[in-house]
T-cell receptor, first 114, second 113 residues
């Protein structure tokens, strides 16, 4: 299997639930990203991990908690979410030391908070 | 902060014709990277084309080409001989480094038979 794989593809959760999104990359990249995609808005960069160290956290609410146990896996732990958190969550990877290295994206997890 | 603006929320084109998608950006930096990504209904973002700001020559990839106007901070995408499979959301993106890629709000392109 190649590329970037995200699971689950769809997730419906209540505001009091705890769930996790998973991302796995098979490209040998050393950087991984979480983006939030809402309708008619630019993609919002949430978190960046480079060599398993978090290097970017764009003022994301603490109800989103990322985890990067190794360079191939990235998680986004969710708890006590709000309805406005409903969106498509995209994972991406890249080779960090290559300046114009493009991002390689997964198919995303469509999250609905009820 | 760098911003990316795509002024056309939706566009349509007849199959086999040419269409141009607009993108402008704002930065005070002189060296940076620009990208166009395509997001079909499958939701996976796919790189279409990229351009380094220090290169004056416009990038081309088969039917896709860009018109990079550095002074005007403009980076438009031209799709020639449009195909039905080109129907997708198209996102323009700007990057100083890999840790901070900024995207526009996207243009929804529909190719009509």
């Amino acid at each position: 299997e190649t590329g970037v794989t995200q699971t689950p593809r769809h997730l419906v959760m209540g505001m009091t639930n705890k769930k996790s999104l998973k991302c796995e990359q098979h490209l040998g990249h050393n950087a991984m990203y979480w983006y939030k995609q809402s309708a008619k808005k630019p993609l919002e960069l949430m978190f960046v991990y480079s060599l398993e160290e978090r290097v970017e956290n764009n003022s994301v609410p603490s109800r989103f908690s990322p985890e990067c146990p190794n360079s191939s896996h990235l998680f986004l732990h969710l708890h006590t979410l709000q309805p406005e958190d409903s969106a498509l969550y995209l994972c991406a990877s890249s080779q960090d030391e290559v300046p114009n290295s493009p991002l390689h994206f997964g198919n995303g997890t469509r999250l609905t908070v009820t | 902060a760098q911003t990316v603006t795509q002024s056309q929320p939706e566009m349509s084109v007849q199959e086999a014709e040419t269409v141009t998608l607009s993108c402008t950006y704002d930065t005070s930096e002189s060296n940076y990277y620009l990208f166009w990504y395509k997001q079909p209904p499958s939701r996976q973002m796919i790189l279409v084309i990229r351009q380094e700001a220090y290169k004056q020559q416009n990038a081309t990839e088969n039917r896709f080409s860009v018109n990079f106007q550095k002074a005007a901070k403009s980076f438009s995408l031209k799709i020639s001989d449009s195909q039905l499979g080109d129907t997708a959301m198209y996102f323009c993106a700007f990057s100083l480094n890999n840790n901070d890629m900024r995207f526009g709000a996207g243009t929804r392109l529909t190719v009509k038979p």
